[in-house]
């Protein structure tokens, strides 16, 4: 992906004691109102300076970090960063360059990998000598990556968790206590809060229950269609109301002749789509690692061999030519990471009507207060209300 150049006349350094740096958001929009860090961030760095935590040559393991608000300014310690994002990715990168840092200097594993194939060096035989966790919002999530970090642990590493006060529970407690070891916590400033885990050897850890599955309700050859989640996607146990009003009125139309489930989750709209239009090419598309391997895990168990899909790894529609598309699912996020907005879904509606060909229709399904119609209409010239539910609304707009 063509990264874009950072504003210049934007005020956006992150001042810490490890030196300022110019950080932005990613994707790269115009007037951006929100940081590419957080107080979280802020608090990290500074108990770590103020503690004298770390050394050159220490093994450094971070996971969650958004755009860089902690690899760049703890760059010059070579830290490995696990995320499940692509955006994340994208971020980071374009703040490595931004700031004229060595891209070598920052080594990205996404979520499905378990980091201790890849931190080398360090002084703490083999293992990090120093994890730094930013607190995802998912408790599934957490759980998911606590499991994956903790072959990479010993009683010598330090591990250091972050978040916002207000996503930070008793529940989260608990998964650090029953996963890494006994757990504490710092006082609030300026509204984000520290954990302080200690590794617990002889600690008796259950196994990870991550994925998930889940029965979806819908039969295929007489037997239920069973869903697989990774532990990131969203509506892990069972199908939310909004998708299942999606499902049930999912359009089958041999003039479909290649449909994309855009952010697509675990791929279940998508794959019905692909049952009902059998014809039809299917495209998978999400910035999550973990819902792209749970789509590729879901249509592989229903279609083996004999169906080829595309799953793309991506910011949207990236990677779709304009006008080849003839229909395209959507369920669009209304927020990125914990910043609650309608960015994503404006992004999402704007590049379906380049990707669509002629006479494409875009589907959306949102809850009703989110006012889609209007966006649609907007952008469209037209939306139509294909069916609806106290909560939800189905809606169908049609390219020109």
Not at 142 to 154: A, G
């Amino acid at each position: 992906m063509v990264m874009e150049q950072v504003d210049k006349s934007l005020d956006i350094s992150l001042k810490t004691t490890f030196g300022p740096y110019r950080l932005q958001r990613y994707p790269v929009r115009k007037k951006e109102t929100l940081r590419a860090w957080d107080a979280a961030d802020e608090y990290i760095l500074d108990h770590l300076e103020k503690n004298d935590l770390l050394h050159q040559g220490a093994a450094l393991l971070i996971l969650n970090d958004n755009f860089g608000g902690l690899s760049i300014p703890l760059n010059q310690y070579q830290p490995v960063v696990m995320t499940d994002s692509y955006l994340s990715t994208q971020g980071i990168s374009l703040n490595l360059k931004n700031n004229d840092i060595d891209y070598d200097s920052v080594t990205i594993i996404n979520s499905l990998h378990a980091p201790d194939s890849v931190l080398e060096g360090g002084t703490n035989n083999g293992k990090a000598d120093v994890v730094l966790i930013k607190v995802p919002k998912s408790l599934a999530m957490l759980e998911d990556q606590l499991h994956r970090i903790r072959p990479s642990l010993n009683s010598a590493t330090t591990i250091i968790a972050a978040g916002m006060t207000k996503n930070i529970h008793m529940s989260t407690m608990e998964l650090f206590e029953k996963i890494i070891g006994p757990t504490t916590t710092s006082i609030a400033h300026k509204k984000a809060r520290l954990i302080f885990s200690k590794f617990d050897t002889d600690l008796s850890v259950p196994e990870n229950p991550h994925p998930a599955k889940y029965k979806s309700g819908y039969k295929l050859d007489e037997e239920e269609l069973e869903i697989i989640n990774h532990a990131s996607v969203f509506s892990r146990e069972k199908l939310d109301v909004g998708t299942r009003l999606f499902i049930e009125n999912l359009p089958a139309d041999e003039r479909y002749k290649s449909i994309v489930d855009l952010g697509c989750g675990n791929g279940i709209v998508g794959l019905l789509a692909a049952i009902k239009n059998p014809s039809a090419k299917i495209i998978f598309t999400d910035e999550s690692y973990m819902a792209v391997e749970s789509s590729i895990n879901n249509f592989v168990a229903v279609f083996g061999e004999t169906r080829e899909a595309e799953f793309l790894q991506t910011d949207c529609l990236y990677g779709v030519p304009e006008n080849s598309v003839s229909l395209i699912l959507c369920n669009p996020p209304f927020h990125q990471n914990n910043a609650i907005n309608d960015d994503v879904a404006w992004q999402m509606f704007t590049e379906s009507k380049d990707a669509l060909e002629d006479k494409g229709e875009l589907w959306v399904i949102g809850n009703r207060h989110l006012a889609y119609h209007a966006k649609l209409k907007h952008l469209f010239g037209d939306c139509d209300v294909v069916a609806s539910n106290k909560k939800f609304t189905l809606l169908k707009a049609t390219k020109k």
